[in-house]
């Protein structure tokens, strides 16, 4: 009953029922440009997360970074564009054993650390006198990894700096890694830095040039010298071997390099 009454509205008043439906699309088409806001492309974050990808790396360090440096000081505009030269200077590398092996050799002497020394004093390690900040809480001696960065890893509420250099990691000049450097001493030097730090004493960032000093029993990376780089390089050139047989999370889970030389 139904589907012939249909077809005889359709056959009888034709004119009106196509009438009612351009009226109707008419209305639904100038409400939507009219009333309703358009979509806005200018964001390329608005609407998803791109996890995993370059751009959602960049994005989180520049979240935290701002989020962190506008606790203390209620502004967002602190940090300004720092141009870095790019020189394609390609570098060539030669990886012998007696050179990774003089390296483990010399910052194992240098990491040594005394366990009859009070939790209290300063323990001097990597050329500067370094605060015992956790040994009074703990109970404990800090290894040398803690009194260089004053932790042992970093952590996800860490402030974070992304950079990018148009080089290969593996060719990075010495001029690149020097103005690496000066760029980590300029950022650290501003009146908005050390209002965030955690200590009272600012502790060194997790940073590549950090790191390399480190490695390099340096105070500080201004100290790094051709031949440190080299010696880190081909360091970590050894240990990538052993670096998918770790655990994801070998911190707790006891997962260690199978080379005394790695962990480091």
């Known amino acids: 009953m139904g589907r012939s009454r249909y077809a005889e509205l359709l056959t009888h008043y034709p004119v009106p029922i196509l009438a009612v ?19 806005d492309f200018s964001d390329p974050l608005q609407g998803f997360i791109p996890r995993y990808t370059d751009i959602h790396s960049s994005y989180r360090a520049w979240h935290s970074l701002v989020e ?16 870095l030269d790019e020189k394609a ?3 060539t590398w030669n990886t012998t054993t007696s050179t990774v092996n003089e390296l483990y050799q010399r910052f194992r002497r240098s990491s040594s650390v005394d366990a009859s020394n009070e939790s209290d004093s300063d323990i001097t390690s990597y050329g500067t006198t370094t605060p015992d900040f956790y040994a009074p809480f703990t109970g404990r001696v800090l290894s040398p990894k803690e009194q260089f960065f004053c932790d042992s890893k ?13 080089e290969d990691i593996y060719k990075m000049n010495f001029d690149t890694f020097t103005q690496l450097c000066q760029l980590q001493a300029d950022v650290e030097s501003s009146e908005y830095y050390k209002p965030v730090c955690q200590f009272d004493c600012m502790c060194r960032s997790f940073s590549l040039v950090n790191y390399v000093a480190y490695l390099s029993n340096r105070s500080s990376c201004f100290d790094v010298i051709q031949p440190d780089m080299t010696s880190t390089l081909q360091l970590l050139q050894y240990c990538y071997t052993y670096y998918e047989t770790i655990p994801f999370d070998c911190w707790y889970g006891g997962g260690m390099f199978h080379s005394r030389r790695c962990n480091v």
Request: with cysteine; proline share 8%.
């Open 21 to 39: 439906i351009l009226v109707v699309v008419c209305s639904c088409t100038l409400l939507s440009v009219l009333v309703a806001k358009p979509p």
């Open 68 to 83: 962190n440096t506008a606790i203390s000081s209620g502004s967002r505009d602190l940090l300004t564009f720092y141009p």
């Open 89 to 91: 200077t390609a570098g």
């Open 154 to 166: 970093p952590r996800g509420g860490y402030a974070q700096l992304a950079f990018s250099i148009s």
